[in-house]
């Protein structure tokens, strides 16, 4: 495997009960701390995509953005912010998605992204893939060809190559059960 996985792994804060009782809650600040594991997790993004023809990264609020812009200007794409609702003030078109109780929802800007286009949707983690799934589902109604989704953080179930909405989801590490390091 690649050895800049265990350190990018290693980086994460493990909070538990946050933001309640039996979530352990994956803190991506800490890796934003650490000069080598951002960059390690942004390059081994940009190695991957940069010779896919992607003219499109869209990130999802808020951790997302992070990562997706990050990525975008390494490939020479442009970025695109899929936000939570009531903050694009352009047109939007939006889509729906399941939480564990509840729903929320992502909006993208009309006009943000061609028909045509190649596209992918970049966050900090895969849960149940309901968000994800939003932002597929955003960019394809727009037109895109969404090639790839991409995570720093994925359960093992979906670790490595798996499908979402037919699509393929890569993960780089999975979560951390205990706080190892802080
Ligand atoms: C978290 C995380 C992902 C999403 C994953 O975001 O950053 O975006 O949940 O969950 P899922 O795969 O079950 O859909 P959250 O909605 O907490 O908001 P934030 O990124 O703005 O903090
Ligand atoms: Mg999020």
Same mark, same amino acid.
């Given at each position: 495997?690649?050895?800049?996985?265990?350190?990018?792994?290693?980086?994460?804060?493990?909070?538990?009960?946050?933001?309640?009782?039996?979530?352990?809650?994956?803190?991506?600040?800490?890796?934003?701390?650490?000069?080598?594991?951002?960059?390690?997790?942004?390059?081994?993004?940009?190695?991957?995509?940069?010779?896919?023809?992607?003219?499109?990264?869209?990130?999802?609020?808020?951790?997302?953005?992070?990562? &997706?812009?990050? @990525?975008?200007?390494?490939?020479?794409?442009?970025? %695109? +912010?899929?936000? =939570?609702? *009531?903050?694009?003030?352009?047109?939007?078109?939006?889509?729906?998605?399941?939480?564990?109780?509840?729903?929320?929802?992502?909006?993208?800007?009309?006009?943000?992204?061609?028909?045509?286009?190649?596209?992918?949707?970049?966050?900090?983690?895969?849960?149940?893939?309901?968000?994800?799934?939003?932002?597929?589902?955003?960019?394809?109604?727009? &037109?895109?060809? @969404?090639?790839?989704?991409?995570?720093?953080?994925? %359960? +093992?179930?979906? =670790?490595? *190559?798996?499908?979402?909405?037919?699509?393929?989801?890569?993960?780089?590490?999975?979560?951390?059960?205990?706080?190892?390091?802080?």
């Amino acid at each position: 495997g690649d050895p800049r996985l265990q350190h990018i792994s290693q980086s994460i804060r493990v909070v538990p009960h946050f933001p309640k009782n039996g979530i352990m809650f994956q803190d991506i600040t800490t890796l934003l701390l650490d000069h080598k594991a951002f960059k390690d997790t942004v390059d081994i993004f940009v190695d991957r995509y940069r010779d896919m023809h992607i003219s499109v990264v869209a990130g999802i609020e808020a951790r997302g953005f992070v990562f &997706g812009s990050s @990525v975008a200007l390494g490939i020479g794409a442009k970025f %695109v +912010p899929l936000r =939570k609702p *009531r903050k694009l003030p352009g047109e939007v078109i939006y889509e729906k998605y399941s939480l564990e109780y509840g729903t929320d929802c992502l909006e993208m800007h009309v006009g943000a992204v061609q028909t045509g286009e190649r596209a992918i949707v970049i966050d900090d983690l895969v849960a149940t893939g309901g968000t994800l799934s939003a932002g597929i589902r955003l960019l394809e109604r727009a &037109g895109a060809e @969404v090639v790839e989704c991409a995570c720093v953080i994925g %359960v +093992p179930e979906v =670790k490595g *190559r798996c499908k979402l909405l037919g699509k393929p989801l890569y993960v780089l590490v999975e979560p951390r059960q205990v706080d190892q390091c802080f």
